[in-house]
């Protein structure tokens, strides 16, 4: 019940979900994720369906580039230079994406920026077909998808305020996470057996025909123009970057996030953890890996039980601690079984902190503003666990796996502690009434 007094069907910002303000059903007792943002809304429930098989696709064509630029290059390194072409489009632009979403209409922006990711994908698939082994022409497309999905991420997420109630938002939010999870885990297995069955090409067709789903979604979306309160000049990224800084609960989301992806964050380990702590090789190195993210899908799937938390601050800084506190745990095991099982706990903590997050950006935060917010997200996931691999392997190289990992963990754990007593409103942040 998230977000509003009464259950009327306002959504944030002054639109209306008439269908989504109706048809709620009580979550008392709720284990599993709610799918009523699913029943009640044939707007969101075509938006779900579509991202979800369009994630899928990228994750296919993500794992098909990584194995083409090897196959071109024989180098880790140029492979390497894969996420250097992803990241820097989607930092430099994630903001500049945010603000052309409070300006335009979002629907527009979320329809061409799809239709750009798919004519990129055919380029791939066209390019491949006709024999065209260049790596910098591999390069060059995906800083272009970069570009695309920061146009279109901060587009659609303001969107779903506006096809659902408030009270809705968190079980969106947790059927979204599942939405990335499912695209993570399932994307990168069906690209292997596509690539090793049919080939490279065959994965980047597939991919783009997968984002019909999503064009065709996003075509039968209403309008969907920012309101603009009292006009004024065109939304700027300087003044969404104004108006998070006097939002102490808002900027308190992003600094608990960075506890987590910063401080706490071992990916970058785990192919020496592979074979240090446990005698393994890289199936080992893969199970690490997959195991956060299956962690992350649990939390969306068991997610029930979100919807009659009102205390989202506190939430948040719980999860965010649950996280570090796993991390550290995961740090202390030598057993493969156990450290799995607690890589598995932190990604569920990911997901509820990033469900009670999300939902406060959406409610708390003005229609007109909400794009700029999105944005803003981006840089942060997308840079935070890039900051967090620099200064895993720098500390570990420096000290040992062991010590960056349990020393990690419980440096996350202090210091959202900190945090919350730092800024006490964050945690009785109550999304009943919800203040920025």
Known sequence: MAGTESGSGATPGGGTAPEAATGSIPTRGRVFADLTPLRTSPDYRRLWFGNMVSWVGSGMTALAISLQVYDLTGS??????????????LVVFGLYGGAIADTVDRRKLGLYSALG???????????????LADVWFLYAVIALQSICQALNAPARSAMIPKLLSAEQLPAANALNSMIMTTGTLVGPMLGGLVVGFAGYKTAYLIDAITFAASLYAMWRLPAMLPERAGGGARPSVL???RFLATRPNLRMTF???????????PRAL?????????????RTTGLLVAAPA??????GVFSGWQGRVHRHGLAVLISVGGWGGAIAAFGLTRQLWLGLLMLAVAGFCDTVSMVFRNTMMQVAAPDEMRGRLQGVFIVVVAGGPRLGDFLAGTVADLTSPGVMVVGGGLACVLAVAVLGVWRRGFARYDARRPVP
């Open 76 to 89: 880790s390194f140029s492979v390497g230079l894969v996420g250097i072409f992803t990241l820097v489009p």
């Open 117 to 131: 990711s798919a004519a990129l994908s055919s380029a791939l698939a066209a390019g491949t077909f006709a024999g």
């Open 239 to 241: 003044e969404g970057l």
């Open 255 to 265: 600094f608990s996030d960075f506890c987590a992806m910063i401080l706490a964050h």
């Open 270 to 282: 785990f192919p020496a953890v592979a074979v240090l702590w446990y005698g393994g090789d890289a």
């Open 294 to 299: 299956i962690g992350a899908l649990l939390g």
